[in-house]
């Protein structure tokens, strides 16, 4: 059985920052290209950020770009989503994701637990 772990989530003001993590196995680490989504109330879940197997590419929906950075801990088999400049809309709660297309489908095989990012103004 899959497991994706979040952590990090919390309240903060506008214009502060947050990081989350996201553990995982060794198996499902180097299997997957793992990623960031969010949905918040009353909207469909979105595509924010995604990193391959290897760790040298990396994308961003346009909303984020600039502001959030996707990177991946190969010895502790983690991802994490440093989140900075947050804005009110930012406030979502946010999934880990593990999947083998979602840079062009948005496809996904896991997912977890989610975690909620409220952002205040």
């Known amino acids: 059985q899959v497991q994706l772990v979040e952590s990090g989530g919390g309240l903060v003001q506008a214009g502060g920052s947050l990081r989350l993590s996201c553990a995982t196995s060794r198996r499902t680490f180097s299997s997957y290209t793992m990623g960031w989504f969010r949905q918040a109330p009353g909207k469909e879940r979105e595509f924010v950020a995604a990193?391959?197997?290897?760790?040298?590419?990396?994308y961003y929906a346009d909303s984020v770009k600039g502001r959030f950075t996707i990177s991946r801990d190969n010895a502790k088999n983690t991802v994490y989503l440093q989140m900075s400049s947050l804005k009110p809309e930012d406030t979502a709660v946010y999934y880990c994701?593990?999947?083998?297309?979602?840079?062009?489908?948005?496809?996904?095989?896991?997912w977890g637990q989610g975690t909620q990012v409220t952002v205040s103004s």
């Open positions: 990193i391959r197997r290897s760790g040298d590419s990396t």
């Open positions: 994701a593990a999947g083998n297309d979602i840079v062009v489908r948005r496809s996904v095989d896991y």
